[in-house]
């Protein structure tokens, strides 16, 4: 059974910085993409930034140049720093691996969410 597991959420005010963690467990072959997600009240999920297992990362237009993604293939983890934060951030965030538990078998995991939260 695998278990993704996040910590490092919180109440910041406007310019603070935070950064997440998330950190996978259990049965793992192989990890490709990690990513963090976010989801604000009455808004769709929405992917914040991903990383390959070779570390190139893509982020959403309206975190680029605040937040970087991050991850350790050893540890099996996987990291949000999150800068110059604006209340606009506030959602719960939740980190997404796709793995394997055994060779050619890929499922999507979901860690429980933390929550961020802003204030102006």
């Known amino acids: 059974q695998v278990q993704l597991v996040e910590s490092g959420g919180g109440l910041v005010q406007a310019g603070g910085s935070l950064r997440l963690s998330c950190a996978a467990s259990?049965?793992?072959?192989?990890?490709?993409?990690m990513a963090w997600y976010r989801q604000a009240p009455g808004k769709e999920r929405e992917v914040v930034a991903h990383?390959?297992?070779?570390?190139?990362?893509t982020y959403t237009d309206s975190v680029k140049g605040r937040f970087t993604i991050s991850r350790d293939n050893a540890k099996n983890t996987v990291s949000l720093q999150m800068n110059s934060l604006k209340p606009e951030d506030t959602a719960v965030y939740y980190c997404?691996?796709?793995?394997?538990?055994?060779?050619?078998?890929?499922?999507?995991?979901w860690g429980q969410g933390t929550q961020v939260t802003v204030s102006s």
């Open positions: 990383i390959t297992s070779d570390s190139r990362t």
């Open positions: 259990g049965s793992i072959f192989s990890i490709n993409v």
């Open positions: 997404y691996a796709h793995l394997a538990s055994r060779p050619d078998t890929c499922y999507n995991y």
